[in-house]
T-cell receptor
Framework: GQQVMQIPQYQHVQEGEDFTTYCNSS?????IQWYKQRPGGHPVFLIQ?????EVKKQKRLTFQFGEAKKNSSLHITATQTTDVGTYFC???????????FGGGTRVLVKP | DAGITQSPRYKITETGRQVTLMCHQT?????MFWYRQDLGHGLRLIYY???????DKGEVPDGYVVSRSKTENFPLTLESATRSQTSVYFC????????????FGDGTRLSIL
């Protein structure tokens, strides 16, 4: 079946530094979605990418969808303590299919 | 998200007991989902529903039962709870499957002793 892997599982970041987390699917995805879950909270939708090679920005967050639509990345610039949480990517194998979630990258920020 | 509510927020029960987790959404979304979240496994889909009276298995359905008699409600029942079902359970809804964002409830933290 379809598998979605995220690396790294854990990311310790010094406040103010940049980092990138990666999402890789075993199959081509029709779109990729990113969610953020704060500690003790529930996943909250951040963004959806649909086109091959698409790049979208949300303030300090930059999301990219790979050319082959099998991978994606999230880059955070100048990390802040508010960025703490677990970031999940998720995607369906085809339009109309269920989402498969990656295992998440848990981000810890050192002040 | 005030539009999707789960109850109870916390539940402790014993092995062998039946327990039902409730999920209610006010958006009239067609699709509803149940996930469990365990350390090291991310979010795993238990069951989902495309509409009232239409349900289907997800990745980890064994030991769970769902029903959807009304569009807004999607209860999840553990018929005979086991310790391995200790987890955080999230309900979610979306307008369509796969290409629309899912909106999650606050979760139910279930402990089975």
């Amino acid at each position: 079946g379809q598998q979605v892997m995220q690396i790294p599982q854990y990311q310790h970041v010094q406040e103010g530094e940049d980092f990138t987390t990666y999402c890789n699917s075993s199959t081509t995805l029709s779109n990729i979605q990113w969610y953020k879950q704060r500690p003790g909270g529930h996943p909250v939708f951040l963004i959806q990418l649909v086109k091959s090679g698409e790049v979208k920005k949300q303030k300090r967050l930059t999301f990219q969808f790979g050319e082959a639509k099998k991978n994606s990345s999230l880059h955070i610039t100048a990390t802040q303590t508010t960025d703490v949480g677990t970031y999940f990517c998720a995607g369906p194998k085809a339009a109309g299919n269920k989402l498969t979630f990656g295992g998440g990258t848990r981000v810890l920020v050192k002040p | 998200d005030a539009g999707i509510t789960q109850s109870p927020r916390y539940k402790i029960t014993e092995t062998g007991r039946q327990v039902t987790l409730m999920c209610h959404q006010t958006w009239s979304h067609s699709y509803m989902f149940w996930y469990r979240q365990d350390l090291g496994h991310g979010l795993r889909l238990i069951y989902y529903s495309a509409a009232a009276d239409i349900t289907d298995k997800g990745e980890v359905p064994d030991g769970y039962v769902v029903s959807r008699s009304k569009t807004e409600n999607f209860p999840l029942t553990l018929e005979s709870a086991t310790r391995s079902q200790t987890s955080v359970y999230f309900c979610a809804s979306s307008d369509r499957v796969g290409d629309q964002p899912q909106h999650f409830g606050d979760g139910t933290r279930l402990s089975i002793l």
